[in-house]
């Protein structure tokens, strides 16, 4: 059956309809009744791009005004299901319409020519790392100077425009530059389809002089797209279901992780599916954290080597067989190379390949067909989890802190993890938050979201923005690095001018922390800010906004209470204070694991 897009629901990292062309078919249909016809004078590109990006879910788009963007951006505001939202900087933007498409599906910035897009370039990349679909729009060249030897302001100075093109190459999976109206049309809905298709950042320059031009291509209001779904082979299918079955039910303590890859798989859904059908323990990447329900009752954990949640490695790693549900190996995930897995006794699901042990391989498979096909063949086998139900200590609590003691790391995680609900979501920013929020236990609803694979120093910024808009009924929450902060500080602005209620709480202890775990030297060291007053400059009584310092656990107590409480609808910002060799016991265990991975020596010639 075909997939419609243009719903919340289907919009949801698009690209996981594997095995059909790179190209995939893309039509559009028609009911028992006709597209409106648009008014004439309204039948420009620009009405028709809005149309689109509110067609496939996007009602916040996050721009930065440029000359080459301006008439363009007056056609987006027309359109009356969107709002244009004014960043700070481009790479804000980008961060922020990643953030988005983390909860809607999909996103959107608009930036002006090579000055706006090499700096949101950045941030494309992470989305592109995380298989985020992403529309990037940059305001284009007048279509005039196209091909002509004329030299133009926001470029390096050279008459060739292809400069932007060629770095997007990279990080995109489709890009269009639309300096004619005859292929507009065309270029526009290839771009939003691929990028819906194939879960990617897609990048569309759109010539300035073009976005308010009427043309007849687009007379009549656009067709919600049908993107052809990818199916599995179904004899690929079978083989893939019946060779995993016999691996798995010959075993006698198999374990279940789930990784990233289960967004853009879709698989989400049908893992949970294959962990009731199996009552095998079931444990999660940290990268994946978030995508697996972590009040299932076989829930162990995160799995991460040697700084996994305790009992979990011991589990994960002395199982007999483990199937991984859409994992990333990298040296981050993998601590440094360190993981103690082995290969023949591994079933690797990736979204569109199924790996069984030294053995087969089966392409053309999509995840959530195999995993909810495999729940139908697995026999009952909870050995692991009972292994771990019997080895299993309950975590100890932070030592009770003397009055006015200068609070600890592990203190305000304590008090952070009973602000928790169906009704929040956690942003963790890199650094020592990675570990820190790795450890909160979500309850049922809550979301979670960081950038592993990428991580970018910063992005919680931007993102917290984006995805505080995307779901205005849930109360973000943000753990900051003071160093992170400092690089992308200036959309606190633009989370007040939203009238966001996100609770930012800024850890400062005086540096980049990871780095100094990683390797230490002084340009770890960074210059303290008065974060607070910062704020409070930004805010200048324009919107709600609350910060407080807080230095010892009474001050976080009180702070917290306020949030939650009589400033419960406002921005509250509230600055930690805590010292500069306070770390997770897990950042000091993975900082020397990954230093020791980047200073290995070079391999003999």
């Known amino acids: 059956m075909d997939t419609k897009i243009g719903s919340l629901d289907n919009c ?164 269009a530059v639309v300096n004619n109206l005859e292929d507009a049309h065309d270029m526009i809905d290839t771009a939003i389809s691929t990028a819906l298709k194939e879960s990617k950042p897609v990048y569309i320059s759109i010539g300035c002089n073009l976005a308010a031009i009427p043309h007849p291509t687009f007379a009549r209001e656009p067709v919600p797209f049908v993107l052809s779904p990818k199916l599995s082979n179904k004899m690929g299918l079978e083989a893939a279901v019946e060779a995993a079955a016999e691996f798995l039910n010959k075993a006698v303590k198999p374990v279940l992780v789930g990784g990233p890859k289960l967004r853009v798989a879709k698989a989400c859904e049908a893992f949970v599916e294959l962990v009731d059908a199996g009552g095998y323990a079931v444990a999660v990447m940290p990268s994946g954290k978030g995508l697996v329900p972590e009040h299932h009752p076989h829930f162990i954990g995160t799995y991460w080597g040697a700084v996994s949640t305790a009992f979990c490695a011991e589990i994960v790693e002395s199982a007999d067989a483990y199937l991984f549900a859409g994992p990333i190996y990298n040296d981050y995930s993998s601590v440094g190379y360190s993981l103690l897995l082995k290969k023949e006794k591994a079933i690797i699901v990736q979204p569109d390949r199924v790996i069984i042990g030294n053995g087969p391989a089966f392409g053309c498979v999509l995840m959530k067909d195999f995993l909810r096909e495999l729940a139908k063949r697995l026999k009952h086998n909870n050995t692991a989890f009972e292994n771990y139900h019997r080895i299993f200590v309950p975590e100890g609590q932070p030592l009770k802190a003397a009055p006015k003691e200068p609070l600890r790391v592990n203190v305000l995680f304590q008090h952070i993890q009973k602000m928790l609900s169906s009704d929040s979501a956690v942003i963790a920013e890199t650094g020592d938050s990675w570990f820190n929020c790795q450890k909160l236990k979500l309850p049922a609803g809550c979301g979670y979201e960081f950038q592993m694979q990428y991580g970018s120093i910063g992005w919680s910024v931007g993102a917290t923005l984006g995805y505080a808009q995307a779901v205005p009924e849930k109360r973000v929450i943000a753990c900051i690095g003071d160093g992170s902060f400092q690089v992308t500080a200036q959309d606190v602005s633009t989370m007040l001018r939203c009238g966001q209620k996100t609770i930012i709480f800024l850890i400062n202890n005086g540096g980049y922390t990871i780095e100094v775990e990683i390797h230490d030297g002084p340009y770890n060291v960074i210059k303290n800010w008065n974060y607070t007053a910062l704020v409070d400059a930004i805010h200048n009584d324009e919107g709600k906004c609350w910060t407080t310092k807080v230095f010892c656990e009474e001050e976080l107590i009180e702070a917290i209470e306020t949030a939650t409480g009589a400033k419960k609808d406002c921005l509250c910002f509230i600055e930690v204070i805590v010292h500069k060799d306070d770390t997770s016991k897990e950042l000091l265990e993975w900082g020397s694991r990954v230093s020791a991975a980047n200073s290995r020596p070079p391999n003999p010639q």
């Open 12 to 175: 949801k990292p698009a690209s996981n309809d594997v095995c059909s062309p790179v190209n995939g078919t893309v039509s559009t249909i028609q009911g028992s009744v006709s597209p409106a016809v648009v008014n004439c004078s309204e039948a420009t590109l620009g009405r028709h791009l809005a149309r689109r990006l509110v067609q496939i879910g996007v009602n916040d788009v996050f721009s930065v005004p440029g000359d080459f963007n301006l008439t363009l951006l007056d056609h987006l505001i027309a359109e009356p299901g969107l709002n244009l939202i004014g960043c700070c900087n481009e790479l804000n933007a980008g961060y922020a319409a990643d953030g988005y498409a983390r909860s809607r599906g999909v996103g959107a910035c608009v930036v002006t020519f090579t000055v706006g897009g090499l700096s949101v370039l950045n941030a494309i990349a992470g989305a592109y790392s995380e298989s985020l679909p992403l529309i990037c729009i940059v305001g284009g060249p007048n279509s005039n100077d196209y091909g002509t030897n004329r030299i133009l302001h926001h470029t390096v100075g050279l008459p060739d425009f292809s400069q932007e093109l060629r770095c997007f190459q990279t990080v995109t999976c489709y890009q």
